[in-house]
């Protein structure tokens, strides 16, 4: 048989693209490398509900077999969730490979990004994007996520870069690949786990209505490139904001010593921080992708109303 490139898409997603109605993509890396089995599945299917109820069809995007899908079935997210860490975390370098060899791979936010582009999905969203590490001045340690965002027209709804990361220069780095952050009912940048990462945010906006205006015109501007749009965790489900420093600054260290590869140092993170903070960093990871999922099915369901006007 011969290699299908196309991104195939579930019946659900087809039918809702083919007739202008709302969808939002989701990522796969956050089920099989950002979570533990069985939370992982859980909170994937419970976001597929939260979109529903807010007007809008998730595709959660990866790659099954060689073969790129938008719109995964309830069954296929618990086969790719028990798998977890045993399925590659696949980002914009991995997938000639992962296709060619007919393998499965979880799609961190570049990779999704890829996928959803070429399905056609505007709006994506995840917990934390990747950023520039800690230390990526000599480690040179900077998310693909940062580059597909300059290069991909993808609007991905966040709260914020995680926390494990270097905050200032990632939004330097977001400036230079003429990204724009936009923040939404904050003037600060929220970083994963808490509200206000100490950095002024470069655009605030206030209403779903503005937020739609916006990917309307990157879209319409054919910009080729994406956008972040930042939505702080409730404060009711953040953290203890120096437990959660002290566990990353802790993680982090120990990350140094086990010499880790690159990609398995954002997992290695999550994991232990989640360790080290009796699960609580795990219960605000599920509160604030839940956040992220219902503004995005928001802002794709009024971005497809003023299309139809
Ligand atoms: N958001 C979460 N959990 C995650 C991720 C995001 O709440 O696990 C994943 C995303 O897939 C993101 C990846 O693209 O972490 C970043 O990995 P890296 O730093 O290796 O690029
Ligand atoms: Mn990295």
Known sequence: MSTNYNVVLSPEVKAALAAGKPVIALES???????????NVKTALACKRIAERHGAIAAVCAIIKGVMHAGLTDEQIEYLGKAGTEVKKVSRRDIPAVIARGEDGATTVAGTMFIANRAGIKIFATGGIGGVHRGAETTMDISADMNELGRTPV?????????????????????????????FRTDRVPAFYTPDSGYRAPVRADSVEELAGMVEAMDALDMQSGMVIVNPIPEKYAPDGEKI??????AVKEAEKLRLDGRDITPFLLKRISELTDGESLEANIALVYNNVRLAALIAAKAAENARQ
Do not use: F
Request: glycine share 8%; aromatic share 4%; proline share 9%.
């Open 29 to 39: 890396t956050i089920i099989c490398h950002g979570m533990p089995y069985p939370d």
């Open 155 to 183: 609007a991905v709804v966040c709260a914020g870069p995680k926390s494990i990361l270097d905050i200032g220069r990632t939004l330097e780095y977001l400036e230079t690949q003429g990204v724009p952050v936009i923040a």
């Open 245 to 250: 420093e002290k566990a990353t600054v802790r």
